[in-house]
């Protein structure tokens, strides 16, 4: 499982600016890759926690469409966190990344773009697994 901190990327999404408001566009060359799979996390009461995974193949994009939510990112070796805020940024997380978010503002969406479709062997859902994994 590869995959380390410094292959996060936050990028911006492009937008089209307009005094009757904001117009982000997803298209293929935003993302490094195939979008197969689309869901949001909403409703997050703002002391749940979510993730705590890490996908052995799959790769993610997360953005904050409404409100904001830290992202904890772990590679094996070293901790990261990110908050995302901005509906116009894109968090890209590759394959053997741990995650964990939490910090969900009241109102707060959370929106995932997924490399593939859902598949339950993918998930290490356990952390010491995930570190006998990744050493």
């Known amino acids: ?6 292959d996060i990327k936050l990028i911006d999404i492009p937008k089209i600016q307009d005094p009757r408001g904001n117009l982000a566009i997803i298209e293929k060359d935003v993302i490094p890759f195939e979008i197969k799979r689309v869901y949001y996390l ?3 009461p703002s002391n749940a926690y979510r993730g705590g995974h890490a996908h052995k193949n799959l790769k993610q994009v997360l953005i904050a469409l409404s409100g904001s939510f830290d992202v904890i990112l772990d590679d094996g070796n070293e901790r990261k966190v990110i908050t995302l805020n901005k509906p116009d940024k894109a968090l890209i997380i590759p394959t053997g990344i741990w995650r964990e978010l939490e910090n969900f503002s009241s109102g707060s969406v959370c ?3 997924a490399s593939n479709v859902f598949n339950e062997n993918d998930y290490v859902r356990d952390y010491n697994e ?6």
């Open 111 to 113: 929106l995932v773009l």
């Open 42 to 44: 909403f409703d997050v």
């Open 1 to 6: 499982m590869t995959g380390n901190l410094s």
């Open 130 to 135: 995930f570190l006998k994994i990744k050493n």
